[in-house]
């Protein structure tokens, strides 16, 4: 049986560019049997537009704290009590920057902060223009800890220093990352992925440099794919809990 079947997924959409890619992602999630509630950012709403996102998921699409088609005007209260995940796709920049300071001005970010954390997980999807994405990856670690989080962070070879208060799991490849996050989101409320994974390896590493043999000829390599860590972390029971 689908392990999305049934469920009900809160899409929230913030401002950028891949906004776009979120309407396929929506009819994917409609089509694996999911229950699909879009919520717009204002922002979002200037890259794709409400009335698309309705026909995709088949439900109205709320764009407003003050959206007055909830008999209590508590749409933060009750979308967020009644999904079984909360996804933000695309998380923008600025969007992250509110929920590691709790500041709840819109719709969107009101349902993230009024969520039962033991409930009803949320899980980011982080998108931005390259030099805000190449700004230094663990300053949301850090963050996330100085507004009282408890960090566990996974880390390819970098030269970094590790925050103060972070739990930090050192990784050398795609295959221990997806272990080690694996491991790791069990207990996790909140998950964001910030890493550029390889998408393949080689299918076998060899023990000792490959040395040219003067014929001039390529080496054969073969190469299989890596993990989808995202991906993982979707299917997992606590994300589907």
Known sequence: MNDLHGKR???????????????????SLVKAGAQVQVV?????AQFITPVTMQALSGQAVYTSQWDAREGNNMA?????????????APASADF???LIHGKADELLSL?????????????????????MWAHPGFAMARAAQHAGAKVTLVAGPVSLPTPRGVLRIDVRSALQMHDAVKHAVEDANVFIAAAAVADWRPASAADQKIKKDGSGET??????????????????????S
């Open 40 to 44: 717009m950012t204002e922002a979002a």
């Open 96 to 98: 992250m920057a509110k």
């Open 219 to 240: 080496p054969e390599l073969s190469f299989v794919e890596n993990p989808d860590i995202l991906a993982t972390v979707a299917k997992s029971p606590r994300a589907q």
């Open 111 to 131: 349902m993230c902060l009024a969520r039962p954390l033991q409930k009803v997980p949320l899980m980011l999807a982080p998108a931005m223009n390259r030099e």
């Open 9 to 27: 997924i809160v899409l929230g959409l913030t401002g950028g560019i891949a906004c776009f890619k979120a309407a396929e992602l929506c009819r």
């Open 76 to 88: 933060h209260i009750n979308l967020s009590r009644e999904a079984d995940l909360i996804l933000i």
